[in-house]
């Protein structure tokens, strides 16, 4: 038998078959069509059931499949009905057909009640006999096709029925749609199920009539029992669920033969709903190296029971290889509960050792990258699994200044900056910055690191010691020791925003001056790199430096002034004159350094040393007071040397020699 759309003409649900008995020997005129409309009839106990109702309670093999023109007008009537068979002689002469027909004699009326005493029949198999057909008790038209061999019933189609006929036609996308939109839908297939369940009725007893009665009152009861209906109503809502996943595998199943990937992947987040079904999935994808596909999909949220910490960490441990960008995306979305941290570190720091990733290798033209991707990573991996040094580490290296403070002052980490002083003072300094930026702009970057180093200096935490021994033989880390230095040599102990107590400046400073002192001769050259002025202060103050390691940094440099002061410290105090009267040609600072030294054969160095030099006589016979012998200095003129300005030099001298006198003669009078 083909179905056929009335309206179109064409065959519907190709794929649907109905089997007619003996239809070779039968014409058109053999096969009958009947209707019986939808009729409300009130059910009743006892009351005499009619031709049809016995016919549907006779009919074997008979199966519905919804059909509903409003809803479905693609498919045409009958269009999933199952074979349904009934061989005449059964139709015709069956005890079911004499019970029906509505006339009943006294003769069947007391043969009927003779065989309800004395039979002895099993009241269940008399139910199971007489009971009709559900297919005829169902709401709404029935549609009749019968010929002398075959009789076909159609009914209006269910939701139920529908949602059966796409399964079973592996229209699994449709199916689970419909049961996500009437998850109602699983109706009789979940009674069918409930049903099954083990359980201990009494066996039932009596007439037929009885059991009917029986029937309708537990129904009547059962639905009047509305805690028993919420049970019910949750027994249903989990079979529908049940179902939803049981199709919605079969529709990714389906997908992943077809070779659609993607949208397997994407159905897998929609339908998937246990920790179970996602471990599976994954696999599959997994091992198909679909991880792009599923990754997008996979819980963010932790499933109950948890959903395996194997199968993130195997999706981490593949983007740690494979693509960096989609690790970090990953690593911000899942939270580290969901996985073993440790796992995932291992993965990336094998990844790092590789070598093939660097501070200096390119990802799409932009240096560094995975390489920060990678160790920003860790730094976060690191506090997940509960080790800080480790993460402070990771974020120095990536002069992340914020997060590592930030992590500092958290953690009590002050003495975890230790195990890289020069990575943390550069933490705010770009690799351009160290090739091109002054000296005061590198001060402000580190000062942060600088002011902490200090601090934990002075506590001990951090000792000068460390802070040398890192510094001092790394390239490009001198200018930061020197403002090490030189804050410890001032005694800055906070930064220019906060403010100290004096007192506590005045112990920091001495302190400072003292921890200074034990690297006294490094001090000398960083001072003479950095700030001279500074070098003269310490060289006058510091009592710890190698003379001659000073006199040879300043004599490599030409710090005369420091060179003299250095000789002269030494006791050579004749060399020391000779550079100022050579090297800086001072007349005045010659004079002050022989008033200071104090020393009469000094001045007569002095003297022998600017004879040659009618400047330095001039300036003798002007600045020299009466520190020396007036009349010895003008016979140690040489004759006819011209010395400009020489009557000046000589009346100021004479000046100086009588107001010292008059001062004198006074002070004697005054005296007697």
Same mark, same amino acid.
């Given at each position: 038998?083909?179905?056929?759309?009335?309206?179109?003409?064409?065959?519907?649900?190709?794929?649907?078959?109905?089997?007619?008995?003996?239809?070779?020997?039968?014409?058109?005129?053999?096969?009958?069509?009947?209707?019986?409309?939808?009729? /409300?009839?009130?059910?009743?106990?006892?009351?005499?059931?009619?031709?049809?109702?016995?016919? *549907?309670?006779?009919?074997?093999?008979?199966?519905?499949?919804?059909?509903?023109?409003t809803? @479905?007008?693609?498919?045409? =009537?009958g269009?999933?009905?199952?074979?349904?068979?009934?061989?005449?002689?059964?139709?015709?002469?069956?005890?079911?057909?004499?019970?029906?027909?509505?006339?009943?004699?006294?003769k069947?009326?007391?043969?009927?009640?003779?065989s309800?005493?004395?039979?002895?029949?099993?009241?269940?198999?008399?139910?199971?006999?007489?009971?009709p057909?559900?297919?005829?008790?169902?709401h *709404?038209?029935?549609?009749?096709?019968?010929?002398?061999?075959?009789?076909?019933l159609?009914?209006?189609?269910?939701?139920?029925?529908?949602?059966?006929?796409?399964?079973?036609?592996?229209? @699994?996308?449709?199916?689970?749609?419909? =049961?996500?939109?009437?998850p109602?839908?699983?109706?009789?297939m979940?009674?069918?199920?409930?049903?099954?369940?083990?359980?201990?009725?009494?066996?039932?007893?009596?007439?037929?009539?009885?059991?009917?009665?029986?029937?309708?009152?537990?129904?009547?009861?059962?639905?009047?029992?509305?805690?028993?209906?919420?049970?019910?109503?949750?027994?249903? @809502?989990s079979?529908?669920?049940?179902?939803?996943?049981?199709?919605?595998e079969?529709?990714?199943?389906q997908?992943?033969?077809?070779?659609?990937?993607?949208?397997?992947? #994407?159905?897998?987040?929609?339908?998937? *709903?246990?920790s179970?079904?996602?471990?599976?999935?994954?696999? !599959?994808?997994?091992?198909?190296?679909?991880?792009?596909?599923?990754?997008?999909?996979?819980?963010?949220?932790?499933?109950?029971?948890p959903?395996?910490?194997?199968? @993130?960490?195997?999706?981490?441990?593949?983007?740690?290889?494979?693509? /960096?960008?989609?690790?970090?995306?990953?690593? &911000? #979305?899942w939270?580290?509960?969901?996985f073993?941290?440790?796992?995932?570190?291992?993965?990336?720091?094998? /990844?790092?050792?590789?070598?093939?990733?660097?501070?200096?290798?390119?990802?799409?033209?932009?240096?560094?990258?995975?390489?920060?991707?990678?160790?920003?990573?860790?730094?976060? =991996?690191?506090?997940?699994? *509960? #080790?800080?040094?480790?993460?402070?580490?990771?974020?120095?290296?990536?002069?992340d200044?914020?997060?590592?403070?930030?992590?500092?002052?958290?953690?009590?980490?002050?003495?975890?900056?230790?195990?890289?002083?020069?990575?943390?003072?550069?933490?705010?300094?770009?690799?351009?910055?160290?090739?091109?930026?002054?000296?005061?702009?590198?001060?402000?970057?580190?000062? $942060?690191?600088?002011?902490?180093?200090?601090?934990?200096?002075?506590?001990?935490? !951090?000792?000068?010691?460390?802070?040398?021994?890192?510094?001092?033989?790394?390239?490009?880390?001198?200018?930061?020791?020197?403002?090490?230095?030189?804050?410890?040599?001032n005694?800055?102990?906070?930064?220019?925003?906060?403010?100290?107590?004096?007192?506590?400046?005045?112990?920091?400073a001495? $302190?400072? +001056?003292?921890?200074?002192? &034990?690297?006294?001769?490094?001090?000398?050259?960083?001072?003479?790199?950095?700030?001279?002025?500074?070098?003269?202060?310490? =060289?006058?103050?510091?009592?710890?430096?190698?003379? &001659?390691?000073?006199?040879?940094?300043?004599?490599?440099?030409?710090y005369?002034?420091?060179l !003299?002061?250095?000789?002269?410290?030494e006791?050579?105090?004749?060399?020391?004159?000779?550079?100022?009267?050579?090297?800086?040609?001072?007349?005045?600072?010659?004079?002050?350094?022989? +008033?200071?030294?104090?020393?009469?054969?000094?001045?007569?160095?002095?003297?022998?040393?600017?004879?040659?030099?009618?400047?330095?006589?001039?300036?003798?016979?002007?600045?020299?007071?009466?520190a020396?012998?007036?009349?010895?200095l !003008?016979?140690?003129?040489?004759?006819?040397?011209?010395?400009?300005?020489?009557?000046?030099?000589?009346?100021?001298?004479? /000046?100086?020699y009588?107001?010292?006198?008059?001062?004198?003669?006074?002070?004697?009078?005054?005296l007697?």
């Amino acid at each position: 038998m083909r179905i056929i759309d009335i309206k179109t003409k064409a065959e519907v649900c190709g794929a649907d078959t109905l089997n007619v008995s003996r239809y070779e020997s039968l014409s058109a005129t053999d096969y009958h069509l009947g209707v019986l409309p939808a009729i /409300r009839v009130a059910n009743k106990a006892g009351t005499t059931r009619g031709t049809l109702e016995a016919i *549907g309670g006779g009919i074997w093999d008979a199966s519905v499949y919804t059909w509903d023109a409003t809803m @479905y007008p693609a498919r045409a =009537l009958g269009g999933g009905i199952w074979d349904a068979t009934m061989q005449t002689t059964r139709l015709f002469s069956s005890g079911a057909s004499t019970l029906s027909t509505g006339d009943e004699t006294p003769k069947d009326s007391s043969s009927r009640a003779g065989s309800e005493i004395n039979s002895g029949i099993d009241a269940s198999a008399a139910t199971k006999e007489n009971v009709p057909h559900p297919s005829t008790l169902t709401h *709404g038209m029935k549609i009749f096709i019968h010929s002398p061999y075959d009789c076909v019933l159609a009914t209006k189609p269910t939701i139920s029925d529908h949602l059966s006929w796409l399964d079973n036609h592996a229209k @699994y996308e449709e199916a689970w749609n419909l =049961l996500d939109r009437h998850p109602e839908a699983v109706g009789p297939m979940a009674e069918s199920s409930l049903s099954s369940a083990p359980s201990t009725p009494t066996k039932p007893r009596g007439t037929i009539q009885d059991l009917l009665k029986a029937q309708n009152s537990l129904q009547e009861f059962f639905a009047d029992d509305s805690s028993d209906s919420a049970t019910g109503s949750r027994d249903l @809502y989990s079979y529908a669920q049940k179902e939803k996943r049981r199709i919605g595998e079969q529709w990714v199943q389906q997908l992943i033969k077809g070779g659609d990937w993607t949208k397997a992947g #994407r159905v897998c987040g929609q339908v998937l *709903g246990t920790s179970s079904s996602w471990e599976h999935w994954v696999w !599959v994808f997994a091992q198909a190296n679909r991880y792009d596909e599923i990754t997008d999909y996979v819980p963010s949220t932790q499933l109950r029971p948890p959903l395996p910490s194997l199968v @993130y960490e195997m999706i981490l441990g593949h983007y740690v290889s494979a693509d /960096r960008l989609r690790l970090q995306q990953l690593l &911000d #979305r899942w939270s580290t509960e969901l996985f073993d941290a440790s796992s995932v570190i291992s993965a990336i720091q094998g /990844r790092l050792k590789a070598g093939d990733i660097t501070e200096s290798s390119a990802e799409d033209g932009e240096p560094g990258r995975d390489w920060r991707i990678l160790t920003s990573s860790l730094a976060k =991996l690191y506090l997940a699994d *509960g #080790r800080p040094r480790q993460a402070l580490g990771c974020y120095i290296r990536l002069q992340d200044a914020d997060a590592a403070m930030n992590l500092i002052s958290t953690n009590h980490l002050v003495d975890a900056i230790s195990d890289d002083i020069p990575g943390f003072i550069l933490l705010r300094i770009s690799k351009e910055m160290q090739k091109s930026a002054p000296l005061s702009e590198l001060e402000a970057a580190s000062l $942060e690191p600088i002011q902490l180093l200090l601090q934990e200096a002075y506590h001990g935490i !951090v000792t000068p010691e460390t802070v040398v021994q890192q510094l001092e033989h790394t390239t490009g880390m001198q200018p930061y020791l020197f403002f090490y230095f030189r804050a410890l040599w001032n005694g800055s102990t906070a930064s220019p925003q906060t403010t100290s107590d004096p007192s506590s400046e005045r112990l920091a400073a001495s $302190e400072g +001056k003292s921890l200074v002192s &034990d690297h006294a001769d490094l001090a000398v050259s960083l001072f003479a790199e950095y700030d001279r002025p500074l070098l003269m202060t310490f =060289l006058r103050t510091s009592q710890t430096y190698t003379l &001659d390691t000073a006199s040879r940094i300043c004599e490599q440099r030409h710090y005369i002034p420091e060179l !003299v002061y250095l000789l002269s410290k030494e006791g050579r105090i004749t060399a020391a004159l000779r550079l100022i009267i050579d090297q800086l040609g001072d007349v005045s600072q010659a004079i002050a350094f022989a +008033k200071e030294q104090n020393d009469a054969s000094l001045w007569d160095d002095l003297l022998d040393y600017s004879m040659n030099k009618p400047s330095f006589i001039k300036g003798l016979l002007e600045e020299v007071g009466t520190a020396i012998d007036p009349i010895k200095l !003008v016979r140690r003129i040489p004759e006819g040397l011209e010395i400009e300005g020489l009557k000046e030099g000589l009346m100021r001298m004479m /000046r100086g020699y009588e107001i010292q006198y008059s001062i004198s003669e006074g002070v004697a009078r005054v005296l007697r």
